[in-house]
């Protein structure tokens, strides 16, 4: 099977590789370990001292997953030993190189899907490397005068020759600086286009002190049909792309205070902003974040262009209280007189347990689980939360919730996938989500965690042909009877993929991606039985010929 290269986001709690590091570190050998050794190669030449990465599980963004690496030698070559049995993401870190085989991936960290088996000398793997295409520029406003810390952006035309905006893994590249100019680095081959400003009807734009201009693709036009492609080849470099912003906007401001909805006395010290409102009601985007640290309670929001938004504060787990979102409409002239009211909320109560054990460093290990909510009410407003943590007897407080329909439960410690959420109870009796009441105050909740050994170990055949070059899959996984996914994984090179930490019972496994631009058959899937402290195999074949494979 040839490689799969786009790397997708991944529900999975990886593992803490602590012990491993620490193994590696002694000489000591774990048990049910494999290596993996290769080449790093730039434009087709072996390339020394190159660092290569090693990283299990998916989220990799958290600093407490630690990583194994190592460096190219004179010839290009690496290789990694004592390496714990498990589903990783390999990476060569070479900022302004590009690697074919993960164009497409919307992670912002890259990396190749592999999964090492105990015992398994895994050898040949190739990273080739290819030096990225730059773009150069620089942005002046109508009178030459250059725009400072102005927010590009940057599209890549697809097979269609429709603008797609491009994600790029370093977003401060897309800065200007204090002249006005940029450089964007590290760009795979292509077509593209680039442009500062607001789109018509948005806000939180481009801004030089408080104005306002409207989207402008390089060099000189609002109409993206009518903006210069950007022709890239790999490593080339495309100079003198200017762009100049004539069409300013005509803004607005927005004004009011922020009471306590008891009292009606002003609040101070309140984090406050205002954000699009879409037509369906959703919440659209952040635009002017502010405090308010005086007594009076004030709110104010500038650089505003036509259209619906609504006030609001920003949330976070540790505040008590909340706010409705407060709608208004900008129109042709600046709004006042708005109101944003705080309320005092609701709380969640209880205590995390292990069902089944009374091991106490399974208990302990319980207890870096973290809680998470999820809140389902009609209100716009965001919230910055964080996944609560469980104090040292098991328990644990939700505060200041708003009023709805909310779910509890608790994600696995990032150092054991293995610690699985099963059920939430109130008085003995499982509760799928809680119609909270304003203000009100739920005590009694037991969050069952149970200590997980199931193993599900996949293959991925193909018949009547083969995946293209960059073919992408994804196994997702989900209890019998359930129709919302437990976890999702990336297929490796050669058609394998791992998934940990199951509960004992009845599991439906399906298949996902896509054959280069043609769409993979539907309804590849296969319902397994996991039993505690077994491997169960599993295979799901893929049948180019068929249109679908539902059953």
């Given at each position: 099977?040839?490689?799969?290269?786009?790397?997708?986001?991944?529900?999975?709690?990886?593992?803490?590789?602590?012990?491993?590091?620490?193994?590696?570190?002694?000489?000591?050998?774990?048990?049910?370990?494999?290596?993996?050794?290769?080449?790093?190669?730039?434009?087709?030449?072996?390339?020394?001292?190159?660092?290569?990465?090693?990283?299990?599980?998916?989220?990799?963004?958290?600093?407490?997953?630690?990583?194994?690496?190592?460096?190219?030698?004179?010839?290009?070559?690496?290789?990694?030993?004592?390496?714990?049995?498990?589903?990783?993401?390999?990476?060569?870190?070479?900022?302004?190189?590009?690697?074919?085989?993960?164009?497409?991936?919307?992670?912002?960290?890259?990396?190749?899907?592999?999964?090492?088996?105990?015992?398994?000398?895994?050898?040949?793997?190739?990273?080739?490397?290819?030096?990225?295409?730059?773009?150069?520029?620089?942005?002046?406003?109508?009178?030459?005068?250059?725009?400072?810390?102005?927010?590009?952006?940057?599209?890549?035309?697809?097979?269609?020759?429709?603008?797609?905006?491009?994600?790029?893994?370093?977003?401060?590249?897309?800065?200007?600086?204090?002249?006005?100019?940029?450089?964007?680095?590290?760009?795979?081959?292509?077509?593209?286009?680039?442009?500062?400003?607001?789109?018509?009807?948005?806000?939180?734009?481009?801004?030089?002190?408080?104005?306002?201009?409207?989207?402008?693709?390089?060099?000189?036009?609002?109409?993206?049909?009518?903006?210069?492609?950007?022709?890239?080849?790999?490593?080339?470099?495309?100079?003198?792309?200017d762009i100049k912003l004539s069409h300013k906007l005509k803004t607005y401001t927005a004004s009011g205070r922020i009471i306590d909805a008891a009292t009606g006395k002003p609040v101070a010290n309140v984090q406050y902003f205002c954000g699009l409102v879409r037509p369906t009601g959703e919440y659209g985007g952040m635009v002017s974040p502010a405090m308010n640290p005086t007594g009076r309670g004030e709110m104010f929001f500038e650089g505003l262009t036509p259209g619906r938004y609504a006030a609001m504060i920003l949330n976070t787990?540790?505040?008590?209280?909340?706010?409705?979102?407060?709608?208004?409409?900008?129109?042709?002239?600046?709004?006042?007189?708005?109101?944003?009211?705080?309320?005092?909320?609701?709380?969640?109560?209880?205590?995390?347990?292990?069902?089944?054990?009374?091991?106490?460093?399974?208990?302990a290990l319980a207890q870096q689980a973290r809680i998470w909510q999820r809140t389902k009410n009609t209100d716009p407003t965001p919230s910055i939360w964080h996944p609560r943590p469980i104090a040292a007897d098991g328990s644990f407080k939700l505060i200041g919730l708003r009023p709805g329909k909310i779910e509890i439960g608790a994600d696995s410690p990032f150092n054991n996938k293995r610690i699985a959420y099963v059920r939430t109870e109130h008085n003995g009796v499982e509760v799928k989500e809680f119609d909270v009441k304003a203000g009100e105050q739920i005590t009694g909740i037991r969050i069952v965690m149970v200590y997980a050994t199931g193993v599900i170990r996949g293959t991925v055949k193909v018949e009547n042909g083969s995946l293209a070059e960059n073919a992408r899959l994804w196994a997702m996984i989900r209890r019998a009877g359930e129709t919302k996914t437990r976890s999702m994984t990336e297929v490796d090179a050669r058609g394998r993929f791992v998934i940990e930490g199951l509960v004992a019972g009845e599991y439906e496994i399906l298949l996902y991606g896509d054959n280069g631009n043609k769409p993979l058959p539907r309804g590849i899937k296969q319902t397994v039985t996991v039993t505690n402290d077994a491997e169960t195999p599993v295979t799901l074949v893929i049948n180019l010929e068929a249109k679908n494979q539902d059953k």
């Open positions: 099977m040839h490689y799969l290269n786009r790397i997708l986001s991944s529900l999975l709690i990886a593992f803490s590789l602590a012990v491993s590091t620490h193994a590696l570190q002694s000489g000591t050998k774990p048990a049910g370990t494999g290596s993996l050794a290769g080449r790093v190669l730039i434009d087709g030449k072996p390339q020394a001292n190159v660092t290569v990465v090693l990283q299990q599980g998916r989220r990799r963004m958290t600093t407490l997953i630690p990583e194994m690496k190592t460096t190219t030698d004179s010839e290009g070559n690496f290789k990694i030993e004592k390496v714990p049995a498990n589903d990783y993401l390999l990476n060569a870190l070479t900022p302004g190189f590009v690697n074919p085989a993960e164009l497409g991936s919307i992670l912002p960290e890259k990396g190749r899907p592999v999964v090492i088996n105990a015992g398994e000398e895994l050898t040949g793997i190739e990273i080739a490397l290819k030096r990225g295409a730059v773009i150069t520029g620089r942005v002046v406003d109508g009178n030459h005068q250059p725009l400072i810390e102005a927010w590009l952006q940057l599209y890549k035309l697809d097979e269609k020759g429709e603008a797609q905006y491009f994600y790029i893994n370093n977003p401060r590249m897309l800065l200007t600086d204090d002249r006005g100019e940029y450089r964007l680095y590290g760009l795979p081959a292509g077509r593209y286009k680039i442009g500062l400003g607001a789109k018509p009807g948005m806000t939180a734009a481009t801004r030089y002190g408080v104005n306002l201009y409207q989207l402008t693709y390089h060099p000189d036009t609002t109409d993206v049909m009518k903006a210069e492609i950007i022709e890239l080849g790999d490593g080339e470099e495309a100079t003198n792309i787990n540790d505040s008590e209280t909340y706010a409705e979102a407060a709608p208004f409409d900008i129109k042709d002239e600046d709004v006042q007189g708005l109101e944003l009211k705080i309320y005092r909320g609701a709380s969640i109560s209880g205590a995390v347990v292990v069902e089944g054990t009374d091991d106490p460093q399974i208990l």
